[in-house]
């Protein structure tokens, strides 16, 4: 076996039972616990257990079948659940809050306030620690992405040109306001499409693919769409613009447009509770 991973999970095999949980196999860590109120019904010895591996209040080696908000190497938006005058903890959702030195932090976090961090093992004190300056993280390589690729980002900061994004948990990107047609806020995690890698390696991306942006493109989309729902579907021009979204990844403004299009080229009828298709002969 290799190595806890600290901050992570790790597969790892129960090898005894005690009063107050069962201890897992940590090979070169030894025995770690896992509390009684994290273990599965009926677990017994010889078992494998998914667990996150932390540091309980006295440093040692703990599991949890919790789900945290955030893995060592990864970002998130966190809220700070109290501070002293060491710095500030976090809720991740794990018994032990997160710490946040003061160095670590671009402003002074105050409780309740949401902040987007990085966590990461601290070298000197090996505990999981995090970070509100996430540019330090933050890839330095050139993105290797081309137009249209599908990437996930996480919302980042908003700014006058728009909002700042997290890459793929790796760069930094940018979505422009006019690209943007829902609430955002930081933290909050979505699909969308390289636009373009600039020269400086910057990556714009945009949350419609490209070519949907080319009405005719996506007229034939709600068209393959519709004959799929059996020639009816209920999605018109009342419907709410985020099932459209969702449903197609497109503006209502685009939507409307295309079933303006199919109308023209009479291939649909509009219906008081939905779009029908027009047969065919």
């Avoid at 160095?103 to 976090?109: D, F, L, V």
């Avoid at 540019?135 to 700042?164: A, C």
């Avoid at 690209?179 to 020269?199: C, N, T």
């Avoid at 996506?218 to 459209?244: H, P």
Wanted: proline share 4%; with cysteine.
């Amino acid at each position: 076996m290799s190595h806890i991973r600290l901050g992570k999970y790790n597969q790892l095999e129960v090898v005894k039972e005690v009063d107050f949980g069962v201890y897992l196999d940590g090979d070169e860590d030894g025995e770690i616990l896992l509390p009684k109120r994290y273990v599965p019904e009926g677990c017994v010895p010889g078992d494998m257990l998914n667990v996150f591996i932390y540091l309980d209040m006295d440093e040692r080696l703990v599991a949890t079948t919790l789900e945290p908000y955030v893995q060592v190497g990864e970002f998130a938006c966190l809220e700070v659940a109290w501070v002293n005058q060491f710095g500030a903890f976090l809720n991740w959702g794990l018994m032990k809050d997160l710490f946040v030195p003061y160095r670590e932090q671009k402003a002074k976090m105050v409780k309740g306030g949401k902040y987007m961090v990085y966590a990461y093992i601290d070298e000197e004190s090996y505990r999981i620690v995090a970070s509100a300056k996430v540019e330090r993280f933050l890839s330095k390589d050139r993105p290797e992405y081309e137009p249209g690729e599908e990437v996930d980002i996480l919302v980042w900061q908003r700014t006058d040109l728009g909002y700042k994004v997290i890459v793929d948990n790796k760069f930094g990107g940018m979505l422009y306001h006019n690209e943007i047609f829902q609430p955002l806020q930081p933290g909050k995690q979505l699909r969308a499409y390289i636009k373009q890698v600039r020269e400086d390696g910057k990556i714009d991306v945009e949350l419609q693919k490209g070519g949907y942006k080319k009405i005719d493109d996506f007229a034939e989309t709600l068209l393959r769409y519709i004959e799929s729902q059996g020639g009816y579907t209920d999605l018109n021009d009342k419907t709410d613009a985020a099932v459209i979204y969702n449903a197609f990844g497109v503006s209502k403004k685009t939507f409307k447009k295309a079933v303006g299009d199919l109308y023209k080229k009479r291939l649909i009828v509009l219906e008081k509770e939905g779009i029908r298709l027009v047969p065919q002969d």
